[in-house]
């Protein structure tokens, strides 16, 4: 099962992923609404962040990670994106 930790998601966003990727995909978030710099511990296959919605200081501490992701836009591509890396886990490629 693919891990992602999403770092500046509305919480209401981030339980429409949980259900819509039940089963399928881990998640872990850092909701906008959290103000705390304290990096969230785990083994993550790829950690996005939601740079609309985060501090410099927040993408620093996640920007080393080998599977990490900068998600310019809104939900759609962070919706768009999980779509890809779930996809890409299975085996099928996008033409």
């Given at each position: 099962m693919l891990k992602i930790l999403v770092v500046g998601v509305?919480?209401?966003k981030a339980f429409e992923l949980s259900k819509m990727y039940k089963g399928k995909v881990k998640f872990k978030f850092v909701t906008d609404q959290e103000r705390s710099?304290?990096?969230v511990g785990g083994e993550f296959d790829f950690i996005l962040t939601c740079i609309k919605?985060?501090?410099h200081s927040t993408e620093r501490l996640y920007s080393d990670h080998v599977g990490y992701i900068r998600i310019f836009g809104g939900c759609s591509s962070l919706s768009s994106t999980i779509d890809s890396l779930y996809q890409a886990s299975l085996g099928v490629s996008h033409v």
């Open positions: 509305r919480s209401a710099l304290k990096k919605f985060t501090t």
